[in-house]
């Protein structure tokens, strides 16, 4: 009877029509569709592969056809550029990055139980990288005009998907101009996503990427630009993904008082081991993994790791692909992708249980504040205390 | 005898030609000197006087005649560009900033108290905002013949000051190309602060001003500019000035492990009241002072206040000039300059003592750290956890 009411449901559900997913993800929400990976898969590959890619839909996932897609790129002076997929990819030349992307309410179940926010209850994986590849942003803003003119009065650049609320209106954002038009921004117009077509969940047949912005402003399934010098009135850029003072609340915020999310703040969290594993003594070693990114393009340089609740502090060794020992650094300014780390050291002789915890610092010696609570807000985005992470040390494994 | 001693001494003493300092300046050091104002008057005036900017010098200060003064562009192909006071004042055009400079060491008595470091003692005005007129680097190294040839291979840009040890070595530092040549980046060679000729402490006849960046790369009394593939090599560019984790002690340390300080991390202080203030019962009202700031042209959004060690939080207000109600941005990725903040708070009913806290957020929503003891580091740098104020509240004044 359950399974027939859905059916019934179905039909005329928007929802209806989304795609399938991977059965490992755990979904925060269904309709819309929002879901992350276990920890420890992040941490097992430098590309996050894309079945396992946090989901975070805002709206149902919408058909696009790709021969009739259209993309419109509206606000100039010489009018409305209108491409379609195949100009897209032929008209422009072809950029790959590589770019993590992160959800601003990433980890925001660990801010909840500072005290309780509202919002999809994450963990630490709503966040991936990924390689996308598409025309630069900058470049077809040049083929549609945009000049000196126009660098005058334009301030922001509008993206507005074909996803759609009952009422018609599409989820939309925006970014500043600078970011979009910068040859140093990287903002790409991808229509692949690690390799190959970017997938219904991921915004099919286009997805603006925002390099170190947070994901809200990589708009899916890309409708329309519109070069502006106003930010997006969607309720996504105006009423949503701000951050506020931990002593604000619902009967006091004022969206007005705080600027959209844009870059986002040096990021850590451990993927391995879990919160309350159980370690033999006999290992003798404690190993850890995690990842460690930064908004802006700010490179992570460090990443300190303590077994006992902070006292002390051990420095992890960072990887910035999947070869063993790499260690390169992208071009200044331009670090779009994570790192991931990993750490192996003693077990503590005396300790019954380890408080683990990660913190990582950018090339602007930017760090992670201690704890939850100063961070707090109302939305429980931005969550980017140390990650802390108790695990037991099991004295004598023949018992078991 | 003692004076008569020090008069000896001051004819072979190499600091016996140092200017004369305002009284009120607290000196951490003699010779280099090195002094910051009391902290109440950096929240005074928006532009910190010329007289009360902390002065960070690292050898004696050179007296440099302004007439026969010549700076030295090197390492471009087309030769060694020399310039006069004159022409660099008349051949390009003044730009006019204004812009906060930091010491890497400010704050780092806090960081003491967490465990003793190596370094000068600063309390929390090894900061200040001037305004600084001159040409911009970026006009001067076209002028020089920078072009997109040079762009294949320059990577950063070296100062070398006039100061100059016994040995003969030049004070030096350098910053990235990106910086430099950016017309964003702001970098001047400045022969003006506050609207007069910078004095000998600051680098007369030209100081080069960096915006966002540590202190200690805004050369002063700049006598060279390299244009090169590589980082200064002087001691303060290499072994100094560089951030580490809280485990490695000198013992461990590995300066090579880590990048140079360019820009800073947001950072923000209490200048009133002191540690250790009364306040009496009957004023009802605690009203506090500081400023705020954040590097890499990162703007302050918001400045919190803890009146209960960081329990509860308001929202202070900030002022972005003198003028009452001022909010103004400057332009994104382009505030350089600090923004000072005040709160009018009732005094909690019950409490005796206050530990008064604040603590700021920048634009990229990066925020400082509750405590010094994990941004610890061997040269007590970069010290921006919250700053912790206790004050105490007299319950009844008429018994004093
Ligand atoms: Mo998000
Ligand atoms: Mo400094």
Known sequence: EDLKKQYTFKSSDPYSSDPER??????NSLKPFTAEPPPEI???SYITPTAFFFKRNHLPVPQVDPDSYRLHVEGLPRGVLTLSLEELKTRFPKHTITATLQCAGNRRSEMNKAKQVKGLNWGVGAIGNATWSGAKLRDVLLAAGYGPDVAQWARHVQFEGLDKEITGSAYGASV???KAISEEGDVLLAYEMNGEDIPADHGFPIRVVVPGVVGARSVKWLGKIVVSAEESSSHWQQKDYKGFSPGIDWDTVDYKSAPAIQELPVQSAITTPREGSVIDRSEEMLAAKGYA???GGREVIRVDVSLDGGKTW???KLKSSDKEGDQTSPPLGRAWAWKLWEITVPLPPE???LELICKAVDNSYNTQPDTFGPIWNVRGLLGNAWHRVKVKI?????EE
């Open 22 to 27: 991977h059965p490992v993800l755990h979904a």
């Open 42 to 44: 992040l941490s097992d």
């Open 176 to 178: 500043p101009i600078n």
């Open 293 to 295: 990114w930064s908004g």
């Open 314 to 316: 051990n420095v992890a």
């Open 351 to 353: 300790a019954q249980e």
């Open 394 to 398: 099991n004295e004598d494994d023949d």
